[in-house]
T-cell receptor, first 113, second 112 residues
């Protein structure tokens, strides 16, 4: 099964700044996704990170706010831009192969002050 | 709008008892996943259900999928304290491309 390393594990950021979260997988995977989870809540899909092309965003999420890169089959980044306190959340990277369990990183706990 | 609804959302039970968590969903899908999350931790995959009638068992947990009823169940047998966690079901809405929509989660507490 894929092992996913995500960093930073947590950060405290000021309003108006940006933070880039990195996700590294120890093997080549077809699918990579970014989720957001408010403490005590469920997971909401932000976008699908497509290798070599623009990410596919879910309703309510836009590229200007959450730019995503995926330069190869093992790495992706998510940037949270122009942050506000409402962006405080846990951001999770996930990756996998079709019809196999989707594996998750340990998450990045972001606090915006 | 796709809905994935778990029932109950909170469950407190005694060790040794049996119980079932239900996951209803509102779209056509034959792929459903169950995950466990411990406080402050990431998600751990429990079961992958890939067809109608699929049943998987691991220890005291058993999951099943009825795609016609759009219902999955996670059954807990003779619960032990170590099973205390939040359990999520997630429906694949992309025919195997693993685009998942998660239920709200069921917070399970097992008391000695």
């Amino acid at each position: 099964s894929a092992v996913i390393s995500q960093k930073p594990s947590r950060d405290i950021c000021q309003r108006g700044t940006s933070l880039t979260i990195q996700c590294q997988v120890d093997s080549q995977v077809t699918m990579m996704f970014w989720y957001r989870q408010q403490p005590g809540q469920s997971l909401t899909l932000i976008a699908t990170a497509n290798q070599g092309s623009e990410a596919t965003y879910e309703s309510g999420f836009v590229i200007d706010k959450f730019p995503i890169s995926r330069p190869n089959l093992t790495f992706s980044t998510l940037t949270v831009s122009n942050m506000s306190p409402e962006d405080s959340s846990i951001y999770l990277c996930s990756a996998g192969l079709p019809n196999s369990p989707l594996h998750f990183g340990n998450g990045t706990r972001l606090t915006v002050t | 709008e796709l809905k994935v609804e778990q029932n109950p959302l909170f469950l407190s039970m005694q060790e040794g008892k049996n119980y079932t968590i239900y996951c209803d969903y509102s779209t056509t899908s034959d792929r459903l996943y169950w995950y466990r999350q411990d406080p402050g931790k990431s998600l751990e995959s429990l079961f992958v259900l890939l067809s109608n009638g699929a049943v998987k068992q691991e220890g005291r947990l058993m999951a099943s999928l009825d795609t016609k009823a759009r219902l999955s169940t996670l059954h807990i047998t003779a619960a032990v304290h170590d099973l205390s966690a939040t359990y999520f079901c997630a429906v694949d809405i992309s025919q195997g491309a693993q685009k998942l929509v998660f239920g709200q989660g069921t917070r399970l507490t097992i008391n000695p």
